[in-house]
C-alpha cells in the first residue's frame, strides 16, 4: 500500500514552460486535493475533487489545471511556468467516510521556476 | 485578519516538559478541525481531529472552543521525537474539503 504517491519529486522549470505534477494513490480515495505551501503562509487550496470527473477551484487556482479521470490519478498542469508558482506542491487523499480521519498526505513536489 | 491564526514561535521545551499550543479561527460556520504535524521539508501528517467535547490520544489531547473560535492541543511529557511543526487545520463546508491551514508553530524538545 503505497499511500499518495508523488512525481516528480524536484523539479526546474523555466519562465513559459509547462508541466503536469503527478499524484496517484491506491486507497481508493473518492476525495483529492492539490496545495501549495510557500515560506512564512499556510498550505493553500489550488484544485480538488470530490470523485471522478468531478474538480473544483480552491483559493489559488490561477495558472492550473486539474482533471480526474479516473480515482486514483489526480494531475496538475502548470500552463505557462512563472517565478510566482515556485513553490512546495503536495497531493492529498481522503476516502468518503471517516470526515474526521482527514487528508493523507504526498511528500511532496518541489519546484522551482527560473 | 488571518482565517486560522497561531503563534509561529518557536518553542524550545525541554524533554518530559508540557506545552500548549492554541489556534484561533475565524468562520464561524466551520464544521472540522484538526492538528497535522509536519517535519522538515517533510509533508503534514495528521495528529489528531478535534471534536467539540475535547479529546485525547495518548499523551496529546486537543480542545475545541466554538464560542470563542479556538483550537488548543497539549502535549505531555513531551518527547524529543515531538519536535516539529504543528499545523492548525480547519474544514468550513460539511465536506470539509477546503481546508485552511495556519502557518503552524514550531516546537522545538531539547534534552
Known amino acids: 500500500n503505497a499511500g499518495v504517491t508523488q512525481t516528480p519529486k524536484f523539479q526546474v522549470l523555466k519562465t513559459g514552460q509547462s508541466m503536469t505534477l503527478q499524484c496517484a494513490q491506491d486507497?481508493?480515495?473518492?476525495?483529492m486535493s492539490w496545495y501549495r505551501q510557500d515560506p512564512g503562509m499556510g498550505l493553500r487550496l489550488i484544485h480538488y475533487s470530490v470523485g471522478a470527473g468531478i474538480t473544483d477551484q480552491g483559493e489559488v487556482p490561477n495558472g492550473y489545471n486539474v482533471s480526474r479521470s479516473t480515482t486514483e490519478d489526480f494531475p496538475l498542469r502548470l500552463l505557462s511556468a512563472a517565478p510566482s508558482q515556485t513553490s512546495v506542491y503536495f497531493c492529498a487523499s481522503r476516502g468518503r467516510t471517516g470526515r474526521s480521519h482527514g487528508y493523507t498526505f504526498g511528500s511532496g513536489t518541489r519546484l522551482t521556476v527560473v | 485578519r488571518k482565517e486560522v491564526e497561531q503563534d509561529p514561535g518557536p518553542f524550545n521545551v525541554p524533554e518530559g516538559a508540557t506545552v500548549a499550543f492554541n489556534c484561533t479561527y475565524s468562520?464561524?460556520?466551520?464544521?472540522?478541525f484538526f492538528w497535522y504535524r509536519q517535519d522538515c521539508r517533510k509533508e503534514p501528517k495528521l495528529l489528531m481531529s478535534?471534536?467539540?467535547s475535547g479529546n485525547e490520544d495518548g499523551r496529546f489531547t486537543a480542545q475545541l472552543n466554538r464560542a470563542s473560535q479556538y483550537i488548543s492541543l497539549l502535549i505531555r511529557d513531551s518527547k524529543l521525537s515531538d519536535s516539529a511543526t504543528y499545523l492548525c487545520v480547519v474544514g468550513s463546508n460539511f465536506g470539509n474539503e477546503k481546508l485552511t491551514f495556519g502557518t503552524g508553530t514550531r516546537l522545538t524538545i531539547i534534552p
Open positions: 486507497m481508493n480515495h473518492e476525495y
Open positions: 478535534v471534536y467539540s
Open positions: 468562520n464561524s460556520a466551520s464544521q472540522s
